[in-house]
């Protein structure tokens, strides 16, 4: 045997991120909620830290106050202003939606690089409220340069994240999911739910017996598992429960123009202690000096990263503002299509960035209170109005429409046609279940 033992050097590069950087990416991604941990853990552990909680605002009169507003005089009103008492509980009360959720469990995978992590940053908010993955696989194929073999890789990994069912591309791949998390393989089974669930809202129970050459009562089990299954793994984490949360930023239309602003009240403020300052400085006690040095690097990374998220979070509402006028203006039918790619390019930030940006964090306008995520929208062969647009137009057609004959997929299709909005009947049929309105023969009244 010849064993050889020799030096070899190799050239790579490799990104390292510093932990300023790290807290730096970690804070700007997180809700307010959860930065006010942080600030509070590290306050405890950290003896130059002193946080400074602001008075508390009362929102109920801000937000009755709020479409007043004609001068540009900052308005604040403390809970002592009047002894009229409220329940204000609600209004810091959150709820993990399912974008942080994934993130969150994002997070815990070791066996992807930095890369195929963005992907699936990317990924993840690209699925709608019910966790079904919209957009086109070519479509992320070709934007990060991935083969078959790759994209299914990193679906893989999103698909096996909780809830189970996430991820899929269709009602019929949540299922087969979710029948595979529960261990059920069964031929006969996938094959009803690939290509015949129609036939199960239909009840028609003996004609899958006869097709599958199955018992009536084997139907009826099969039934009553598909019935176990979850159709909508978002929805959970989509309820339509009232959520009162603390804005991160305000959107005031002042003489004539919207004036963006940072809730400074959201995030206590945070201070180095003069105490250990003067030590510091008259201290002979190196392994004290040490000691401060190292905590008042920690709070000034801090401090820093905190305002750095401020400025950022700043500007991106600012250009949300800027581009989206007419929401801002009229109401949400007229939210236009916008990406974070085309944010993040005007900003020149890294579309990541704008992910971590957007997640978790909240604006009042004077139409109520949005997620900034909310803002970012893609339209289906259309230019002028977003999805969300468009479904608002379906909506309302569906609530004038004679309840006796009520409006088709394709009636619906050729009155969006005539208003200059071209999407297939595929698509309104998609809308219309997303919204839970039920398609023209069971919205039909007798």
Not at 387 to 401: C, F
Not at 408 to 424: A, G, H, M, P, W
């Amino acid at each position: 045997m010849n064993i050889n033992f020799n030096l070899n050097l190799q050239q790579s590069q490799k990104l390292i991120l510093t932990k300023e950087l790290r807290q730096s990416l970690e804070i700007l991604q997180m809700p307010t909620f959860k930065l006010e941990d942080i600030i509070v853990a590290e306050s405890q552990e950290n003896p130059l830290l002193d946080v400074e909680k602001k008075d508390e605002i009362d929102w109920e009169k801000y937000l009755n106050n709020l479409s007043k507003t004609t001068t540009k005089e900052t308005i604040s009103y403390n809970k002592d202003d009047d002894n009229n008492k409220s329940d204000y509980e609600n209004m810091i009360k959150e709820e993990q939606d399912l974008y942080s959720h994934l993130m969150e469990q994002l997070g815990y995978v070791k066996t992807i690089d930095l890369k195929e992590k963005d992907i699936l940053e990317f990924m993840i908010y690209s699925l709608n409220d019910n966790g079904y993955l919209e957009i086109d696989e070519e479509i992320i194929k070709e934007k990060f340069n991935l083969d078959t073999k790759e994209f299914n890789k990193l679906l893989k990994i999103m698909q096996s994240m909780d809830p189970i069912g996430i991820g899929a591309r269709n009602l019929e791949e949540t299922l087969i999911i979710q029948l595979k998390d529960k261990n059920i393989d069964d031929e006969i089974l996938y094959n009803i739910i690939k290509k015949d669930l129609n036939m199960i809202a239909r009840k028609a129970y003996r004609d899958i017996a006869k097709k599958y050459n199955v018992k009536s009562d084997k139907v009826i089990d099969y039934c009553k598992i598909i019935k176990t299954l979850e159709p909508r793994p978002g929805r959970k984490y989509n309820n339509n429960k009232a959520k009162y949360i603390t804005p991160d930023v305000f959107v005031e239309k002042i003489d004539g123009q919207f004036i963006v602003r940072i809730n400074e009240t959201s995030v206590p403020t945070i201070k180095i202690n003069k105490f250990y300052e003067s030590i510091l400085l008259n201290t002979k006690d190196k392994d004290a000096k040490e000691y401060i040095k190292e905590k008042l690097t920690k709070v000034s990374n801090l401090i820093k990263n905190i305002e750095s998220r401020k400025n950022t979070i700043l500007k991106v509402s600012k250009e949300i503002v800027k581009e989206q006028r007419e929401f801002f203006e009229f109401g949400k039918r007229y939210l236009k299509p916008m990406t974070m790619k085309e944010i993040a390019s005007t900003l020149d930030f890294h579309e990541s960035t704008i992910s971590r940006t957007v997640n978790g964090k909240y604006m009042l306008t004077p139409y109520g209170l949005y997620e900034l995520k909310y803002f970012f929208r893609s339209s289906p062969k259309n230019e002028d109005m977003s999805s969300v647009g468009i479904k608002d137009v379906i909506k309302e057609l569906v609530e004038n429409e004679n309840k006796k004959k009520p409006l088709s997929d394709q009636k619906i299709v050729d009155i969006l046609k005539e208003k200059n909005i071209n999407i297939s009947r595929r698509t309104v049929a998609k809308y219309r279940d997303e919204m839970g309105i039920l398609s023209s023969s069971k919205r039909k009244e007798i």
